[in-house]
């Protein structure tokens, strides 16, 4: 399983962005693909994720609103639509992929793209 996050990039507070998670090699139908971020000095977040199966979606407090998390199945690839961007949005964003194993679920992740966002 391979993930490629990209469309980080640096912005002014307000503006926004699209982060894309390019997946491959999951032969699972019942996965979860999930966006996290981690700001220099602070915990990993959890921001959202979508189920593959029926498309089902989660936001974290702190994005809900902002972010709206997508997949084209077409292109294997799940998108981060990030509005209204602020400060506190600087980060790491790593994407992940939860796939169901034969005894436990097994996580696989992305290299990282980074959101910098000015005041």
């Known amino acids: 399983v391979q993930l490629q996050a990209s469309g980080g990039g640096l912005v002014q507070a307000g503006a926004s962005l699209r982060l894309a998670c390019a997946v491959s090699?999951?032969?699972?139908?019942?996965?979860?693909i999930g966006w996290y971020r981690q700001a220099a000095g602070k915990e990993q977040e959890g921001v959202s994720c979508?189920?593959?199966?029926?498309?089902?979606?989660y936001y974290a407090d702190t994005v809900e609103g902002r972010f709206t998390i997508s997949g084209d199945n077409t292109k294997n690839t799940v998108y981060l639509q990030m509005n209204s961007l602020k400060p506190e949005d600087t980060a790491v964003y790593y994407c992940?992929?939860?796939?169901?194993?034969?005894?436990?679920?097994?996580?696989?992740w992305g290299r990282g793209t980074l959101v910098t966002v000015s005041s």
């Open positions: 992940n992929a939860h796939v169901p194993g034969p005894r436990a679920t097994m996580h696989y």
């Open positions: 090699g999951i032969t699972k139908d019942y996965y979860l």
């Open positions: 979508i189920s593959a199966s029926d498309g089902s979606t």
